[in-house]
Each structure stands twice: as C-alpha cells, then as structure tokens.
C-alpha cells in the first residue's frame, strides 16, 4: 500500500502519519505538497492534522479549495482509501467528503487529552483490527472538533453504520451523538478527531493507533 | 463596462446550532448588571469590493462566493448587503 500525506501550509502532523506508515509500518510513503495535482501512484491518501491555512474563516474551509483537493476528491470517487485526522476531518466535510461540521468546543477551550473510545462496527476496513479490543485510548488535540450535523444525517450515520468512532466516557467536546469518527457511505472515506498516529509506537506508552493503519495493508 | 461594488456580508450560525462563545459572552454581560438579554449570537462581518457588469451579476458571483466558501450551510446562514462601491 502506498501512503500520499497531504501537505497544507499549517499542516503538523504530517510528519508523524509519515513516521508511521514508512518507518513503523514499512510501507511506500511520500509528502504530497498541496500545490501538486497528480496523486495516482497513492493508494491511500491521509489529510494530516494541523492548522490549514491557519484555520482561517473556518478550520478546513480554504484548504478545500488547495489544487490538490480535486484529486482527493476523484481518488474518493474512485473507491480509494482517504483517512482525514483532525484538521483532516475538518477539511474532509469542508469538501463535502463526508457530512456534518465541526464547530467550537463545548467550553470553548482546546482541549489536550488521552480520551478512551468506542470503537463501533468492527467490520470496515478501518476498524477491522479492533475487534478484540471494542475500547481503545487515543489522544486529542483540538479547539473544533464538536460533530454537528442536522437530525435527518445524524439517523442516516447511525442506521448506516457509519459512526465508527465515539467517546467512551465524558463527552470532551460536545459532539452530538459523542460522535469522534465517521465514514462516507461507501466506507472508503473516514474523518476522526482523534490522532491514531501519535499512539502508534509502543515506545510512547500506547500503540491503540496502530491497528487503524495495519488494517489497510 | 464594469460598475464597482462593495459588498458586506453577515454570517451567522444556523439557529440548530449552539453557540458557546454566544452563551459565555451572555454571561460576561450577566455579570455587568445586564440580566435580561435573552440570547447572544456571535457570527462573522465580511467587506468585500469587486466589479461586474451589474448588480444582479455581482449577487450572483458573491452569492456562490458565500455557498463555497464563505459560509457552511451545513451550520451558518448568510445574508448579502451590496452597494455601489464608487
């Protein structure tokens, strides 16, 4: 499996989904620059967390208009894999990847934590690795990440199986339905707040996330 | 020949959605003696100037501005003002 990390101006995770894939995980990775339009050598995309375009107007909002996202967004159609981490969430449902928003915080703080998760439908290829394990913990890191989505979507997300991550215990953030994670239809595409590839290397206490990404290879 | 405009747009959150920053501002002016204000909002003023032919084409334009990028109607609504911009 190839790995495309997409690089926004403000993106700071991408290093850390690269450390994983290639140097964790063994696999073909490279850095795809935001301004770059020709991704068919990847299989499988990730939009990294950060602050895109300094989160301006909205997080994810001028991100979604970057030359590269028309190719994200074919490579989506296309059926191929595209993981979207925090900002990535966000400038996934920008672009219209995936439905709801993200808005402020509950408290309007940014919140910093380890949060234990539920993992739900064990049978995506997302979170197939998780079976045996249904909880899991992975760390936050975000000042938006409270899913918002009209009462009709948030029925569809549920009946379809497309929440694939929640929050376990105390609702951080206040995301409707304690949603952390979810997917398309087609269950190609997935957006999660959480960050599965800062607890991925045993040697930093907690490797939860590295299921999410063996699962794809 | 191309007219020039000013446009000024409000942003404002869908009434679905909560606004904290509204709800802990309401408590700032709570805290100043003002206790019968209801509800505060807190949504985005943005200007901008730009030409075109006429003012429905102006409308047009900002109004596919606003769709795309200016607000996300999945949480926000809008509301355009525009005026001759010489």
Known sequence: MKFGIIVFPGSNCDRDVVYVTRDLLGQPTRTIWHEETDLHDVDVVVIPGGFSYGDYLRCGAIARFSPIMKQVIAHAEQGKYVLGICNGFQVLTEAGLLPGALVRNRDLHFICDRVPLQVEHTDSIWTQGYSNTPTINLPIAHGEGCYHADPDTLDRLESNGQVLFRYAGINPNGSLNNIAGICNEAKNVIGMMPHPERAADPLLGNADGIHLFKSLI | ?86
């Open chain 2, 1 to 86: 020949m191309n007219q020039k405009y000013q446009a000024r747009i409000y942003v404002t959150l869908r009434p679905s959605v909560v606004d904290p920053a509204g709800t802990a501002v309401q408590s700032g002016l709570a805290h100043m003696g003002y206790t019968d204000v209801e509800s505060v909002r807190i949504g985005k003023y943005i200007e901008v100037n730009l030409s075109a032919t006429d003012e429905a084409q102006a409308h047009t334009q900002l109004d596919r501005m606003c769709d795309q990028l200016f607000a996300n109607p999945v949480i926000e609504n809008y509301r355009i003002e525009l005026d001759d911009g010489e």
